[in-house]
């Protein structure tokens, strides 16, 4: 069973950089096939995806926010690591990690990441 957990600073200040990693259990991230991936829901708002690290290494971005954003990994700790620069109150969300394989998703429980002005 794949479990995932994030992790990192829940109060960030307006032109910092966040930072979080996701610690995944239960499977290899270089296990073939899977996708990790950010996602984010800011108050009141739909989700977001904000990019991905294949099983590969291979990092994919959404468009609108690639400019900020840089995903990684850690093979030897089995996580993978979010890093979104000069960030605003509007990057305010609830961060979760997400992990994709042929069959299905899983989830992290998602972490509340505060940009204070």
């Known amino acids: 069973q794949v479990q995932m957990q994030e992790s990192g600073p829940g109060l960030v200040k307006a032109s910092q950089t966040l930072s979080l990693t996701c610690t995944v259990s239960?499977?290899?991230?270089?296990?073939?096939?899977?996708?990790w991936s950010w996602i984010r829901q800011p108050p009141e708002k739909g989700l977001e995806w904000i990019g991905a690290i294949a099983y590969t290494g291979t990092p994919y971005y959404n468009a609108s926010l690639k400019s900020r954003t840089s995903i990684s990994r850690d093979t030897s700790k089995n996580h993978f690591t979010l890093q979104l620069s000069s960030v605003t109150p509007e990057d305010t969300a609830v961060y979760y990690c997400n992990a994709k394989d042929t069959f299905r998703y899983y989830w992290g429980q998602g972490t509340q990441v505060t940009v204070s002005s």
């Open positions: 239960g499977v290899s991230i270089t296990t073939a096939s899977y996708y």
